[in-house]
């Protein structure tokens, strides 16, 4: 019961780590260089989280897209209860990460199609008419 109690933390661990508070004190081995260079990389992942949960949404009916989700989640949580050093957490849950960032390049793609097709409709083009674009 006490690994139950403890998966909501674990979740925000395994995904956000490291915090913000962590990003402008200085480390012992990285110095305050490096924690800001591990904050903008956090940021990064910041972004393609939101950016994956768009792909996700494109692809909500595609079993793969799931099962892809829930390697990511199970390795992000799985990390999140049993790593207790953030830089290890770090490092560890980068295989994770790339999963995580080919999902919100899906996003990203999704996002600039439906901008391109919001777009061409205020000029008065039809979807079809725009190359690349997808009707989703």
Excluded at 25 to 51: D, I, K, P
Excluded at 66 to 86: E, K, M, R
Excluded at 93 to 122: D, K, Q
Aim: net charge positive.
């Amino acid at each position: 019961t006490d690994i139950i109690r403890h998966i909501p933390r674990a979740i925000v661990v395994g995904f956000l780590a490291p915090f913000p508070n962590m990003w402008f004190a200085a480390g012992r081995q990285v110095g305050s260089s490096g924690r800001l260079l591990a904050g903008f990389e956090t940021l990064l992942s910041y972004m393609f989280e939101c950016l994956a949960l768009f792909g996700l949404w494109r692809e909500r009916t595609n079993l793969s897209a799931w099962f892809i989700f829930l390697v990511i989640t199970l390795g992000a949580v799985a990390l999140g209860l049993v790593v207790a050093n953030i830089g290890a957490l770090y490092r560890l849950r980068f295989p994770f990460w790339v999963l995580l960032i080919i999902c919100g390049a899906n996003g990203a793609v999704y996002l600039f199609h439906r901008r391109a097709i919001v777009a061409s409709a205020s000029n008065g083009l039809a979807p079809e008419a725009i190359p690349g674009t997808v009707q989703s």
